[in-house]
């Protein structure tokens, strides 16, 4: 089992940025790929960003790419997002999530936290 509580959402000009934080207990975290999910009003629930869990590599949505970085750190059971030079459109309700099943996607995370708002103001 994995719990997760996110953290570091709030107002932000558009151009700003702003770290996203994903607090994971439970002894199997380290193992599991990790992502970022975002859902505005109105809209499905979509990818963001995506990293394995032992090599590190990540995958991005094309819309935050080259403008979002995710990183995890296994050893303080953290993932973070960081979003810079951010859009109104970016702005969501954006949720952390595991996935014990494979390579990240809606489907496969069986674990999600309660999520954040982040709102980019024009």
């Known amino acids: 089992q994995v719990q997760l509580v996110e953290s570091g959402g709030g107002l932000v000009q558009a151009g700003g940025s702003l770290r996203l934080s994903c607090a994971a207990s439970?002894?199997?975290?380290?193992?599991?790929?990790m992502g970022w999910f975002r859902q505005a009003p109105g809209k499905e629930r979509e990818f963001v960003a995506a990293?394995?869990?032992?090599?590190?590599?990540?995958s991005y949505a094309n819309s935050v790419k080259g403008r979002f970085t995710i990183s995890r750190d296994n050893a303080k059971n953290m993932v973070y997002l960081q979003m810079n030079s951010l859009l109104p459109e970016d702005t969501a309700v954006y949720y952390c999530?595991?996935?014990?099943?494979?390579?990240?996607?809606?489907?496969?995370?069986?674990?999600w936290g309660q999520g954040t708002q982040v709102t980019v103001s024009s």
């Open positions: 999530a595991a996935s014990p099943r494979g390579p990240v996607n809606i489907r496969t995370c069986d674990y």
């Open positions: 990293i394995s869990w032992s090599t590190g590599i990540t």
């Open positions: 439970g002894r199997t975290f380290s193992i599991y790929p």
